[in-house]
């Protein structure tokens, strides 16, 4: 596609239930980064995809969270057993490999209730 | 600690003003990208400078890299209303591309 697609837009959920956040990058975009952004707050990073290798996770707050991409495309973050300091917006970008500019999604706005 | 740190953390300003935004970083970088956010959703680039350059510019954008300091500003001329948004500086410290943001600075600027 022409941008970073992230889905669902807006997702609320109950606390303790798992949820997955979609990520489809533009294509041929070799890297792809997961932040998250609580209100008001800057961007906080959460991992890295290089091709479908996570070689940096560091940002991944607790065992809760995980991530994979397949096909060096679709990236999928889940959640499980959500907690309410979860809510957040989260957002995936990606870019060329290296040092480009990065292409953010819409990001999705995530209420854990 | 963040890397990317910005000041103000608000401004606001009048239309047709410049307004200079300020970002400070920790660790040496490969390069240091600024992003604008409308409506707290996904942020659009700016431009990046890399650590060997010193000035860029891109429309009414201009952009400083001071790397004794470990400082960058970003200076929008004429400013617009639709200039509006929440501006990051992100410090690019590493090989892969990860940037490091700050809390960013919410600009407005009144017609």
């Known amino acids: 596609g022409a941008g970073v697609s992230q889905s669902p837009s807006n997702k609320v959920t109950e606390k303790g239930k798992d949820v997955e956040l979609r990520c489809d990058p533009i294509?041929?975009?070799?890297?792809l980064y997961w932040y998250r952004q609580r209100l008001g707050q800057g961007l906080e990073f959460l991992i890295y995809f290089q091709g479908n290798s996570a070689p940096d996770k560091s940002g991944l707050p607790s065992d809760r969270f995980s991530a994979e991409r397949t096909g060096e495309s679709v990236s999928t973050l889940t959640i499980q057993r959500t907690q309410q300091e979860d809510s957040a917006v989260y957002l995936c970008a990606s870019s060329q490999q290296g040092n480009y500019g990065y292409t953010f999604g819409s990001g999705t706005r995530l209420t854990v209730v | 600690s963040q890397q990317g740190e910005e000041d103000p953390q608000a401004l606001s300003i009048q239309e047709g003003e410049n307004a200079t935004m300020n970002c400070s970083y920790k660790?040496?970088?490969?390069?240091l990208q600024w992003y604008r956010q409308n409506s707290g959703r996904g942020l659009v680039h700016l431009i990046l400078i890399r650590s060997n350059e010193r000035e860029k510019h891109s429309g009414r954008l201009r952009v400083t890299l001071d790397t004794s300091k470990k400082s960058s500003s970003l200076l929008i001329t004429a400013s617009r209303a639709a200039d509006t948004a929440s501006y990051f500086c992100?410090?690019?410290?590493?090989?892969?591309?990860?940037?490091?943001f700050g809390q960013g600075t919410i600009l407005t600027v009144h017609p």
């Open positions: 992100g410090a690019g410290g590493t090989s892969y591309g990860k940037l490091t």
């Open positions: 294509s041929g975009h070799t890297a």
């Open positions: 660790t040496s970088i490969n390069n």
